[in-house]
């Protein structure tokens, strides 16, 4: 059982507060019947709550991969008005956050989902999710800098984790990190005297991008969406 503001809000009717109000003014029905007590307590799974006549559905959870292009910010709103990753998905999708983020000039995986419970887990550095970067550099890169790469490297805020590191082509690297420090492949490669030209992120543990198109989004299939909440740390 769930106080009835709370739910209210979570199916995104208003802020617990304003929800508190309506129900006060008597707008707010279960089951029929008008609820005007702010403790009243529900249960969401059974419990048809409406208000004003209409009723509030449980919201679906929604999961999706989107290929983030270059040059937006992986955020929800931006007070200097850069484009945001919100600005390629449909107004429908407007309610759901990314998971963890890329910088502006990342391009790549970003998943993005209403379940916080998912967000919570996947951000939360216990996890240790794998995520496979495509690095792109102009300097010429041997065994000596992708042996540093997999070591660990010193950054201001402490050593980096073990990484895997392989030289694909002259110049273009796939590293996996198990961490989500701020910049950090950025930092790693300049720690190495490796400036970064181009960097996409191509998965996050299970989840791959693969040929979805810069700017586009799909949802994750059921198998993917179990695959994550089944990892470890549940
Ligand atoms: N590491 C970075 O440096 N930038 C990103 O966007 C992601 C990982």
Redesign the pocket.
């Known amino acids: 059982m769930e106080r009835l503001q709370k739910v209210l809000a979570r199916r995104g009717v208003a802020s617990r507060r304003k929800s508190e109000e309506l129900i006060s003014s008597g707008r707010v029905a279960v089951n029929g019947i008008v609820v005007r007590e702010l403790g009243t307590k529900v249960d969401p799974d059974r419990d048809e709550i409406t208000v004003d006549g209409e009723v509030i559905k449980k919201k679906e959870k929604v999961y999706l991969v989107f290929h983030k292009p270059l040059y937006c910010i992986t955020s929800k709103t931006d007070p200097q008005g850069r484009p945001t990753v919100m600005d390629f998905l449909p107004q429908e999708y407007k309610d759901l956050h990314p998971v963890g983020r890329?910088?502006w000039d990342?391009e790549g995986l970003l998943l993005l989902t209403n379940d916080g419970a998912l967000t919570f887990k996947l951000s939360h550095p216990s996890q240790e999710i794998e995520k496979t970067?495509l690095v792109w550099t102009e300097s010429s890169v041997g065994q000596k800098e992708i042996k540093r790469l997999t070591g660990g490297i010193r950054l201001e805020d402490g050593p980096t984790h073990p990484a895997k590191a392989r030289l694909l082509e002259p110049g273009l690297i796939e590293l996996k990190i198990h961490e989500g420090r701020n910049?950090?492949?950025?930092?790693m490669m300049g720690a190495l005297n490796l400036p970064v030209k181009r960097?996409q992120?191509i998965s996050v543990g299970p989840i791959k991008l693969m040929e979805l198109p810069a700017g586009k989004y799909r949802h994750l299939t059921p198998g993917e969406i179990k695959v994550l909440k089944g990892l470890k740390g549940d």
């Open positions: 890329l910088d990342t970067y910049r950090q492949v950025r930092r960097l992120r």
